[in-house]
């Protein structure tokens, strides 16, 4: 690196930020738009310079959506807090049962457990749309539907396989022989898991709890036809900016901003497991 | 030997009982050992030594028979009852501590004031040389240095057994003279009982009082060096043992007054006579027309004698030279302390005693040793 030219190094500054530019634009671009209103996002040609509004914003928290055809009530920021408790309760309810789950498919040969490992994987790729209809009706049969521990218990099938395949090779990856050592100290079996192979596995614990956070975070469909108003997350609660009156783009990307920057946040404080996590653990069969 | 503080009964290891192709990874195996006594378990891999390791430490459980250890039935118990420490192969130190840490780790579980745990830490990290490391992480060490770590933290406990999983694998031959000479007077010192794996005979027979050599889950022999030297009790611990390996010769048998006559070839024949041999001995060599005999390198005299060896190769090893040749077919070696002058290709006469054979029945049981060495 020291040993580049001046002419080397302003390429590479301007091919970088080249990429950076590609794959910033669109983010930065929704950024600018919740500044602006209705009109001066819909004008042609667009422009870069604005008046900034914060009334966007100022709707999307005070709840009144106000339009041409009048007042519109909504709810964003109660679908906000939905997503985190919904996300979370899912993540932990997932982590709870995937960590030994994920242990006891590391360290034991067990009848038919690759096919219950990889039936749980195989969740992952069934479309959604398929399992919906069977799923909403049962739901409608035994009272679940419409209720936070219905929807999470959804989720949670989610999260369920990724944290299961990430976290199962990290524990692979840690030697057998730490938790012998460890019993043969005068521990239990219980004490070498939690406090050994737990925390060594914890990178990866986190990598794919965040990961199977963002996942739930995003998921629509399912909230879609199983949740009702109160209920909603901001992915579904996104769907009340089309209105009547046209579709309120600055609203929107106000909204977009808000949903994206706690899981941007989470993502950014975790960015070191993340990568260290999925690199050492899922990426080596 | 009184008591042994250790004893297996009759152990039996199969893995994969249920499948199709279960694998009979130790038969039968007794064995015993007493207080304070050092013990190798000696083989090629595969040959169930590791098995039997952790099966005594009880991370594999025992398919059959029964492990004792002063009385108390350990195989019934989880390993952290069993009174055990253990050094493993691939060290397993704690990652997230420091060496110092994970020594005094395995301390804890014990009421010691700090100044003890730190006076214990201190003394076997002097040992096996590690004091410059104490307060680095695993993972910035070298794996012999790790290795010295593992050990160190098996040695420092009060255990009944100590069992170390090939302890010195890692370490360079110099480093591991020393360490080989220092952990023997500690374990004598403090009169520790310990078995350890290994794959090398001179560490075996440097460390340990008795040797258990195993093949194919077999206990094959458990003895002295000396006595498997002298005396194997079969052909497998007789090729085993030794360095080079035991010359292993086809030999005709025929009769002749008061004794047998065993050829080689048309050059070497041997008389041995019928009182030297106990009666199965000698029934064997009156029913079978052929059987093998063995004899050590070291017994061969290069230079006379009536066998007539085409020379393969002449090694000078700077103490001593390796002359193989071949003789009837059989590829011969044979260790003189001098050096020999004989070109590949060349015929150099081969002497072999009588005196020097050991005699193999059809299945390997060894029938009739050779004069023991003078010690």
């Known amino acids: ?285 | 030997m009184a008591m042994g503080i250790l004893e297996l009964r009759s152990v039996d290891k199969v893995y994969a009982s249920r499948s199709k192709t279960p694998v009979h990874a130790v038969r039968s195996l007794d064995m015993e050992i007493g207080k304070g006594e050092i013990v190798a378990l000696l083989g090629s891999s595969g040959c169930g030594k590791t098995s039997t390791l952790r099966m005594i430490a009880g991370f594999e459980s025992v398919t059959a028979g029964s492990i004792t250890l002063q009385g108390r039935r350990i195989h019934e118990l989880p390993p952290a009852r069993r009174k055990v420490a253990m050094a493993f192969e691939g060290y397993s130190l704690y990652p997230p501590l420091t060496v110092r840490e994970n020594i005094a780790f395995a301390l804890k579980s014990r009421q010691l004031s700090r100044a003890e745990m730190s006076r214990r830490v201190d003394t076997i990290a002097h040992l096996v040389e590690i004091e410059d490391i104490l307060d680095s992480y695993p993972r910035s060490i070298s794996g012999g240095q790790q290795q010295r770590v593992s050990l160190a933290r098996a040695l420092v406990r009060d255990a009944d057994l100590y069992l170390l999983d090939e302890p010195m694998g890692q370490l360079e031959p110099q480093l591991r003279a020393v360490l080989r000479g220092r952990i023997k007077s500690l374990l004598a010192e403090r009169e520790m009982t310990a078995i350890f794996v290994t794959h090398d005979q001179t560490e075996a027979s440097a460390l340990a009082d008795r040797i258990a050599v195993m093949e194919d889950g077999v206990l094959q022999q458990f003895a002295s060096e000396k006595e498997l030297k002298d005396r194997p009790a079969n052909l497998f611990v007789a090729s085993f043992i030794g360095e080079p390996p035991m010359n292993l010769l086809e030999a005709d048998v025929s009769r002749t007054d008061g004794g047998f006559r065993l050829s080689v070839g048309r050059d070497v024949a041997l008389q041995i006579e019928g009182d030297a041999l106990d009666a199965v001995a000698r029934k064997t060599l009156e029913t079978a027309p052929s059987l093998r005999i063995g004899i050590r390198p070291q017994k061969i005299a290069v230079g006379s004698g009536e066998a007539r060896v085409r020379v393969a190769s002449n090694q000078w090893l700077g103490d001593q030279s390796h002359i193989a040749g071949e003789l009837c077919g059989h590829l011969v070696i044979a260790v003189t302390p001098g050096r020999v002058a004989a070109r590949p290709g060349e015929l150099v006469p081969f002497a072999i005693e009588p005196r020097h054979i050991h005699i193999f029945a059809a299945d390997g049981t060894c029938i009739h040793h050779a004069e023991a060495a003078a010690r």
């Open chain 1, 1 to 285: 690196m020291e040993h580049s030219s001046l002419a080397g190094r302003i390429f590479r500054g301007i091919a970088l930020a080249l990429v950076l530019v590609f794959f910033m634009f669109p983010i930065v671009w929704i950024f600018l738009m919740s500044f602006q209103t209705n009109e001066q996002i819909l004008r042609i040609p667009p422009r870069l310079v604005f008046e900034p509004t914060l009334g966007n914003y100022a709707a999307l928290i005070s709840g009144q959506l106000r339009t041409t055809a009048g007042n519109l009530e909504i709810s964003f920021v109660h679908n906000l807090w939905n997503s985190f408790a919904l996300s979370s309760a899912a993540v932990v309810l997932a982590l709870l049962l995937g960590v030994p789950a994920a242990y006891a498919f590391a360290r034991f040969k067990f009848k038919l457990g690759e096919t219950i490992a990889f039936t749980l994987l195989s969740f992952r790729f069934a479309p959604p749309l398929l399992v919906l209809l069977p799923l909403s009706l049962y739901y409608q049969d035994i009272g679940l539907n419409d209720t936070y521990f219905g929807i999470v218990w959804v989720y949670q099938l989610i999260a369920l396989p990724l944290i299961l395949w990430i976290v199962r090779g990290y524990f692979e990856d840690i030697s057998p022989d730490i938790e012998h050592a460890y019993r043969l100290a005068g521990h239990s079996w219980r004490e070498a898991f939690t406090r050994i192979a737990v925390p060594l596995a914890g990178p990866g614990i986190a990598a794919a709890g965040l990961l199977s956070f963002i996942f739930c975070w995003n998921n629509f469909v399912f909230a879609l036809i199983l949740a009702s108003a109160d209920k909603q997350p901001v992915t579904v609660g996104a769907l009340a900016f089309v209105t009547a009156s046209g579709i309120q783009y600055g609203q929107i990307a106000a909204a977009i901003v808000l949903s994206v920057t706690p899981t941007l946040l989470l993502a950014l404080y975790a960015q070191r497991y993340l990568v260290e996590g999925l690199s050492l653990g899922a990426v080596k069969g």
